[in-house]
């Protein structure tokens, strides 16, 4: 069961436009969950590209049947993570991003990502931060004993899973969850979520 009730709501003065470029590793769905969200017109926002470090990203096909530009700039291709992250820089700034969506973007961003988007970067995170940062916060809920855990977008600074809250929403943990059932139901509160930060940002933005 899912409560329904944002926690938090310390959107910070974000300098943003509205020309969105999302970066994935996989899936896609929250990226999918914004591509519908703009063409409902909930969200009024631009997705200019979508970035994967994966070519086999599954997601990459939700970007192309909504007509949106791609690219796969694989991460094995370069030597530091700092050259990576200068590269994907350059490619968003080229098209004129100004608002970077990290949606399932497996991938740890250096300070050379961070600083050339300084608090224009927006994650989603399974769990209600600052609880369960990292990796597999379903798994890390239920070994803890959770009666509530949730989802969390959040502005992205130098420390992992840890900048300033946009919007968080609870989802109940229910007797028998497994990591994949709980994060079910938190991945279908996460569709509806992203689009609601974004929005929130974009608002709030100066
Ligand atoms: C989501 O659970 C998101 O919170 C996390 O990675 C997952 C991505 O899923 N950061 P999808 O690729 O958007 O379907």
Do not use: W
Request: a negative charge; hydrophobic letters at 45%.
């Amino acid at each position: 069961m899912e409560a329904e009730c944002a926690l938090r709501d310390n959107v910070l003065q974000v300098n943003a436009s509205k020309n969105i470029g999302v970066l994935i590793s996989g899936r896609g769905s929250n990226l999918k969950a914004i591509i519908d969200a703009i063409a409902d017109g909930r969200l009024n926002a631009s997705i200019l590209i979508v970035i994967s470090n994966r070519a086999d990203a599954p997601g990459l096909d939700h970007a192309h049947r909504a007509g949106i530009e791609t690219l796969v700039l694989r991460h094995t291709a370069f030597a530091a993570r700092e050259d990576y992250d200068r590269a994907l820089v350059k490619e968003l700034q080229d098209r004129g991003v100004g608002l970077v969506c990290l949606a399932g973007f497996m991938r740890l961003l250096s300070p050379v990502f961070v600083d050339a988007f300084p608090d224009r970067i927006l994650n989603i995170h399974p769990s209600l931060l600052p609880k369960y940062p990292g990796l597999h916060p379903q798994q890390q809920a239920l070994d803890d004993g959770a009666a509530v855990s949730g989802a969390t977008v959040h502005i992205v600074n130098k420390d992992l899973d840890a900048g300033p809250i946009v919007l968080q929403r609870e989802v109940s943990v229910v007797p028998g969850d497994t990591a994949d059932t709980l994060g079910a139901r938190i991945l279908s509160v996460e569709h509806r979520l992203y689009p609601d930060a974004i929005r929130l940002v974009l608002e709030r933005g100066r």
